[in-house]
């Protein structure tokens, strides 16, 4: 198995308050990693180094082999951000228009080919919502939206999908629905990092586990996180798993 993502020894600190020290981890290409934490443990922050938004204070961030700070194939990484069930700032343009623009990064500035059309079809209808395509995205509920950034994501054939707590404001059906998806997305080869802070969906859904608070407090598979004590050592006495079984 490539490395979808190598972390190495990075830091990073707003100001003089530390977000993360000295965290290491590989995500192999296919991988489901659930990426865990309380709020203010750095998270987003380590997400944000990853996909080369942030640049560390030191060590060392490489996607698909590449030092992060040179990697010139954007389209391969479809990025979901807390923001994205904010109805405030979406774009005055249909659910197709958007999904579509994942191909941009194809065609540059050149026009869209049937080919493209059908491969943005394609994504509408893969998470399941061809029959919003002709709505506003301003018109759609935070689960719709969601899955209409995530075919945007398919449409440009991206082969990691971060998200940063895709479901919060979104209803119980519709999340269970969004992680069913996130699940087929990832059986098809695409490699998946999600925070989420239900941890009984993260244990449930991602089959390896990060847990930080500033530092990293595990990296392995669930089984081995579940039965660590890495929970109550990050979260402190608050922290507990439930399970959500369906």
């Known amino acids: 198995m490539s490395n979808a993502v190598n972390v190495r020894n990075v830091s990073f600190a707003y100001g003089d308050q530390p977000a993360l020290e000295d965290v290491t981890l590989t995500i192999e290409s296919g991988d489901f990693l659930g990426l865990i934490g309380p709020n203010g443990s750095g998270k987003t922050t380590l997400l944000h180094i990853i996909l080369g938004l942030l640049s560390p204070d030191s060590g060392v961030v490489e996607l698909f082999g590449q030092p992060v700070d040179s990697f010139d194939q954007g389209e391969r990484i479809g990025y979901v951000s807390q923001k994205a069930t904010d109805r405030g700032g979406t774009m005055p343009v249909t659910v197709r228009e958007c999904v579509r623009m994942g191909r941009f990064a194809h065609v540059g500035h050149g026009r869209l080919s049937d080919e493209d059309r059908k491969i943005a079809d394609d994504a509408l209808e893969t998470v399941d919502i061809t029959d919003l395509a002709d709505q506003q995205m301003n018109q759609l509920s935070g689960g719709q939206r969601q899955r209409a950034y995530i075919a945007r994501a398919l449409a440009s054939e991206a082969d990691l999908l ?40 993260v244990t449930d859904r991602a089959d390896r586990i990060a847990c930080i608070n500033t530092q990293l407090y595990h990296h392995g598979d669930t089984e081995s996180f579940v039965e660590s004590d890495a929970l109550s050592e990050a979260y402190g006495a608050t922290g507990t798993v439930v399970h959500h079984h369906h």
Do not use: K
């Open 162 to 201: 971060a998200l940063d707590e895709p479901t919060v404001g979104v209803d119980a059906e519709s999340r269970d629905a969004f992680y069913q998806l996130l699940e087929s997305l990832n059986e098809s080869g695409i490699t998946i990092i999600l925070i989420e802070h239900d941890i009984g969906v």
